[in-house]
């Protein structure tokens, strides 16, 4: 795994470090069976050092939540937009230290190579791991695509500024905003979406990520324990 220093590293030397973490991302179908996939949350205020992170891991295809980890960490580098992976990722690689049933796949509330750098948390998270990852985002970051159609399970390409995909804008919902889907590492931008799509059930976002956010939520409120927790 590499390492990394987070709590010492500049901005300068973060743009270095994605630059050349993104030679380490391998974009290539998943073969593999999904017996359980996770979802990531994290929750921060900007203007704090401190982090709440959470994973939840569940079997598939039921989705049924098996097991969860929670951290609370400090971190010191600075609120930069494009830079998150940096104040999000040392807490999500201490949640997945002690999470003792590890996901076949996980899937990060945040963007892959839909970055532009192509080293959005999901692909960062993915290259530390070295595990099947992919970001689900709310939001889109970086690119240009057109608005799906408005039915469920409606998408169209996201490309980057040179015309090259770089993800999928999926409807999950009929009538509701979609989600930005994209590879983090050793899958691709087809079977990023589809595993997205078997992970919707009623909610417009993913289960895995979903459930995270509200177990992060109720851990920052005092309601959970940090640790490994099974279901």
Known sequence: MITIDYNTLTVPQATQLQKDMKDKIVL???????????GTDISFDKFS???????????F???????YSLIR??????????YL??????ALLDAWEQLELKPDVVILDGHGIAHPRRMGIASHF??????PTLGCAKKKLYGIFEEPAVEAGSWS????????????????????KPVFVSPGHLTDIHDSRQIVEQCVTKYRLPEP???????????????????????
């Not at 992976?85 to 040392?90: K, M, S």
């Not at 990520?209 to 279901?231: C, E, I, K, S, Y």
Request: hydrophobic content about 40%; glycine content about 8%; overall charge positive.
């Open 49 to 59: 050092t401190h982090v709440y992170a959470g994973i939840t891991v569940l079997s």
């Open 157 to 176: 390409v996201l490309y980057d500024k040179q015309s090259q995909p770089i993800g999928s804008v999926l409807r999950t919902k009929k009538n509701v």
């Open 85 to 90: 992976a940096f104040r999000e990722v040392p």
């Open 73 to 82: 960490k400090e971190v010191h580098f600075p609120y930069v937009p494009g």
């Open 28 to 38: 290539s179908p998943f073969t593999g069976k999904i017996n359980y996939v996770a």
């Open 209 to 231: 990520t979903r459930l995270t956010h509200n177990f992060v939520n109720q851990f920052r409120l005092g309601a959970l324990h940090a640790g490994f927790h099974r279901l």
């Open 126 to 131: 993915g290259v530390l791991i070295n595990r």
């Open 61 to 67: 295809p039921d989705l049924q939540p098996v097991a």
